[in-house]
């Protein structure tokens, strides 16, 4: 009931949940089910929907989406191959940046160590311990980055984020660290051959790649299996149109550049 005594809804309990998180009813809101004799506090039932009494001087706390609890039997919009292009591309410069740092403290403090040491074949060695340790570190930060961000509340890394899209269970559970760490390797599975396992997204059900099919897992708009799946969007959105665009012209210079540098290559040889 209202703070005029009219009564509102019926409405389920993950909306009572977010109505209460987001401030609109307090534990003083007076809510009434069918097995109740009469109507009650909020604060009288609290326990049995995870509500937690909070200070009155303590500010409402905002909702948390990956916090909220699963909702089926709405309508699940599933992000298409696109909308996965630009999320792994905003994810690819995110690792690809934090892996250059880590690579660099690590080339410079073993490269100060091998100067020590001097030598040829000690030099040679050490080349080959710092490729192989870089190796290992970028394994380890993809594994840490998309396991630990898959499996985190958001359920999305920070190019999902960007792009409005999530990683759950088939059933819109959030995934586990295990599961997530198996879905980062079973990406290589899907870059080989020609990575037509990532391009199976474009026309599988549910648009699932192939990875999504050895984990378990579908990639979602980040409403979907919420109470709200009315706000889930179709369309690419215009963060995803200008990464898509920008990584376009990335790989047309790209492409370029390398007939250029062949070209350039070919005519010093005759």
């Given at each position: 009931a209202?703070?005029?005594?009219?009564?509102?809804?019926?409405?389920?309990?993950?909306?009572?949940?977010?109505?209460?998180?987001?401030?609109?009813?307090?534990?003083?809101?007076?809510?009434?089910?069918?097995?109740?004799?009469?109507?009650?506090?909020?604060?009288?039932?609290?326990?049995?929907?995870?509500?937690?009494?909070?200070?009155?001087?303590?500010?409402?706390?905002?909702?948390?989406?990956?916090?909220?609890?699963?909702?089926?039997?709405g309508?699940?919009?599933?992000?298409?191959?696109?909308?996965?292009?630009?999320?792994?591309?905003?994810?690819?410069?995110?690792?690809?940046?934090?892996?250059?740092?880590?690579?660099?403290?690590?080339?410079?403090?073993?490269?100060?160590?091998?100067?020590?040491?001097?030598?040829?074949?000690?030099?040679?060695?050490?080349?080959?311990?710092?490729?192989?340790?870089?190796?290992?570190?970028?394994?380890?930060l993809?594994?840490?980055?998309?396991?630990?961000?898959?499996?985190?509340?958001?359920m999305?890394?920070?190019?999902?984020?960007?792009?409005?899209?999530?990683?759950?269970?088939?059933?819109?559970?959030?995934?586990?660290?295990?599961?997530?760490?198996?879905?980062?390797?079973a990406?290589?599975?899907?870059?080989?051959?020609?990575g037509?396992?990532?391009?199976?997204?474009?026309?599988?059900?549910?648009?699932?790649?192939?990875?999504?099919?050895?984990?378990?897992?579908?990639?979602?708009?980040?409403?979907?299996?919420?109470?709200?799946?009315?706000?889930?969007?179709?369309?690419?959105?215009?963060?995803?149109?200008?990464?898509?665009?920008?990584?376009?012209?990335?790989?047309?210079?790209?492409?370029?550049?390398?007939?250029?540098?062949?070209?350039?290559?070919?005519?010093?040889?005759?």
């Open positions: 209202d703070r005029n005594h009219q009564q509102c809804g019926p409405v389920d309990d993950a909306e009572l949940v977010r109505l209460f998180r987001n401030g609109d009813i307090g534990l003083d809101s007076l809510v009434w089910h069918s097995a109740l004799p009469q109507w009650q506090a909020l604060g009288d039932v609290s326990e049995s929907l995870g509500l937690q009494a909070a200070s009155p001087y303590v500010p409402p706390a905002s909702e948390v989406l990956g916090e909220e609890p699963v909702v089926n039997g309508e699940v919009v599933y992000a298409g191959f696109w909308k996965r292009v630009a999320a792994y591309t905003i994810d690819s410069i995110v690792v690809g940046m934090v892996g250059g740092i880590i690579g660099g403290v690590m080339g410079g403090v073993l490269g100060v160590m091998l100067l020590g040491a001097g030598g040829t074949s000690a030099n040679t060695s050490g080349m080959l311990i710092i490729q192989g340790l870089a190796n290992l570190a970028g394994i380890a993809g594994v840490a980055y998309f396991g630990w961000m898959h499996s985190s509340s958001s999305a890394t920070l190019g999902k984020m960007a792009i409005g899209i999530k990683v759950v269970r088939e059933d819109g559970t959030r995934i586990s660290f295990l599961r997530g760490m198996g879905r980062y390797f990406l290589i599975v899907s870059s080989i051959p020609l037509l396992g990532f391009v199976m997204a474009g026309f599988t059900e549910r648009k699932r790649a192939l990875h999504d099919m050895m984990c378990d897992t579908v990639v979602v708009d980040k409403w979907a299996f919420t109470a709200h799946p009315q706000l889930q969007r179709r369309e690419l959105g215009t963060v995803t149109v200008i990464v898509l665009v920008l990584f376009g012209l990335l790989l047309v210079v790209g492409i370029l550049a390398a007939f250029a540098a062949m070209a350039m290559i070919t005519r010093n040889l005759h």
